[in-house]
């Protein structure tokens, strides 16, 4: 793991958020939550395969975590990975901030493509059911990261499943939460959209990471890791994930 790496973890979540929330928030009402979800997966899906042979493309505190915890990257790339990505996402909503005050009338207050439960749910979804759907979404891009990426004889195939997973996971969660899954897509617009997206990002940053732990303990169950070979893979082991 190097300083390229990190600067990949960052320009890539980045622009994720970038292009992801722009959907959410300025095109939502064009292209529907199809095209959004369209837009969050092959975007990711392009990153994965831009990013993923510097730095694995996590792109996802979450992601990062699951891998943490089933041994494929140290603890020390882990923060610094998770770092990354946070700011990634902080400056990736910063530009996109600055491009909407050029939109007539576009209001940013109180939404912004950030997520929320409750009033600022589209089906009114409480902050527990919010929080398990959050949890349970994320385990699933999770499952598929780790599942995608270990030792496989067609490894390309791996940015297409994690793409396409994180399509069907938006047009699951949009209406629920504005689909998370990433706690630097959450942190990024919360932070400029303020008011009640701030308030609520708590569950944004937690609920992914509870995810991102389940998914790495039904990994292991799934594969049991061998004493010979319980030594963390190469820090760089992934392939994205938003």
Do not use: K
């Given at each position: 793991?190097?300083?390229?790496?990190?600067?990949?973890?960052?320009?890539?979540?980045?622009?994720?958020?970038?292009?992801?929330?722009?959907?959410?928030?300025?095109?939502?009402?064009?292209?529907?939550?199809?095209?959004?979800?369209?837009?969050?997966?092959?975007?990711?899906?392009?990153?994965?395969?831009?990013?993923?042979?510097?730095?694995?493309?996590?792109?996802?505190?979450?992601?990062?975590?699951?891998?943490?915890?089933?041994?494929?990257?140290?603890?020390?790339?882990?923060?610094?990975?998770?770092?990354?990505?946070?700011?990634?996402?902080?400056?990736?909503?910063?530009?996109?901030?600055?491009?909407?005050?050029?939109?007539?009338?576009?209001?940013?207050?109180?939404?912004?493509?950030?997520?929320?439960?409750?009033?600022?749910?589209?089906?009114?979804?409480?902050?527990?059911?919010?929080?398990?759907?959050?949890?349970?979404?994320?385990?699933?891009?999770?499952?598929?990261?780790?599942?995608?990426?270990?030792?496989?004889?067609?490894?390309?195939?791996?940015?297409?499943?994690?793409?396409?997973?994180?399509?069907?996971?938006?047009?699951?969660?949009?209406?629920?939460?504005?689909?998370?899954?990433?706690?630097?897509?959450?942190?990024?617009?919360?932070?400029?959209?303020?008011g009640p997206a701030l308030s609520q990002l708590w569950l944004f940053l937690v609920a992914p990471l509870v995810g991102g732990a389940l998914a790495a303990g039904v990994d292991r169950l799934l594969h049991?890791?061998?004493?010979?070979?319980?030594?963390?893979?190469?820090?760089?082991?992934?392939?994205?994930?938003?």
């Amino acid at each position: 793991m190097n300083d390229r790496a990190i600067a990949a973890e960052f320009t890539g979540t980045a622009l994720l958020v970038f292009f992801g929330v722009a959907a959410a928030a300025v095109g939502g009402p064009l292209i529907g939550p199809v095209g959004i979800a369209l837009v969050f997966g092959l975007v990711l899906l392009a990153l994965a395969y831009a990013f993923g042979p510097v730095s694995g493309a996590h792109l996802n505190p979450a992601v990062t975590f699951g891998l943490l915890l089933a041994r494929r990257i140290g603890p020390r790339t882990a923060v610094r990975y998770a770092v990354a990505q946070c700011a990634g996402g902080v400056v990736g909503a910063g530009v996109l901030y600055a491009i909407v005050h050029a939109i007539p009338g576009f209001t940013v207050h109180g939404a912004f493509g950030s997520n929320g439960w409750g009033a600022r749910s589209a089906v009114g979804i409480d902050g527990v059911g919010a929080f398990l759907a959050e949890a349970v979404l994320t385990m699933l891009l999770v499952l598929v990261v780790l599942g995608v990426t270990r030792r496989s004889p067609a490894p390309g195939a791996a940015g297409a499943a994690i793409g396409l997973t994180l399509s069907a996971l938006v047009l699951v969660g949009l209406p629920l939460t504005g689909c998370g899954v990433n706690p630097a897509r959450s942190l990024g617009p919360a932070l400029f959209a303020g008011g009640p997206a701030l308030s609520q990002l708590w569950l944004f940053l937690v609920a992914p990471l509870v995810g991102g732990a389940l998914a790495a303990g039904v990994d292991r169950l799934l594969h049991p890791v061998r004493r010979a070979s319980a030594v963390p893979a190469p820090d760089t082991m992934a392939v994205g994930a938003a």
